[in-house]
C-alpha cells in the first residue's frame, strides 16, 4: 500500500493550505488516519489525527487552525490549514493505522513565509 499526499507548498504566514492525502488500495481495519509533521532539526510529531469513527486530536499548537478529516469510504485523509504561522513549516507526513501496522506517506513540504 502507498500514501500519495498533496497540497503542500508555499503560503504566506496567515494563508491557508489544504492536504490531501489517499492510498493505493483500500486498507482493511482502518482505526485511525491522520498527519504528523517533521521540521528540520526536530523529531516527527503528532500534528491531527482522527479515528474510524470521527474522533479528533490536535496538537496544540495547530488547535482552531488546523481541521482533519476523512473519507473512509475512499481511504483518503486530508488537512486543511488555516492562519499559518511560519513556524507551520515543516514536511508533513499522512498515518493510516490498524490495529497491527502503520502505513506512511513519503510526505509533502509545507513552507510559510513570513
Known amino acids: 500500500v502507498q500514501l500519495q499526499a498533496s497540497g503542500g507548498g508555499l503560503a504566506q504566514a496567515g494563508g491557508s493550505l489544504r492536504l490531501s492525502c489517499v492510498a493505493s488500495r483500500p486498507i482493511y481495519s482502518v482505526t485511525g488516519m491522520g498527519w504528523y509533521r517533521q521540521a528540520p532539526g526536530e523529531q516527527r510529531e503528532l500534528v491531527a489525527t482522527?479515528?474510524?469513527?470521527?474522533?479528533?486530536q490536535y496538537a496544540d499548537s495547530v488547535k482552531g487552525r488546523f481541521t482533519v478529516s476523512s473519507v473512509n469510504a475512499k481511504y483518503t485523509v486530508y488537512l486543511q490549514m488555516k492562519s499559518l504561522k511560519p513556524e507551520d513549516t515543516a514536511v508533513y507526513y499522512c498515518?493510516?493505522?490498524?490495529?497491527?501496522?502503520?502505513?506512511w506517506g513519503q510526505g509533502t513540504l509545507v513552507t510559510v513565509s513570513s
Open positions: 498515518w493510516f493505522g490498524t490495529m497491527s501496522q502503520s502505513y
Open positions: 482522527i479515528t474510524s469513527g470521527g474522533y479528533t
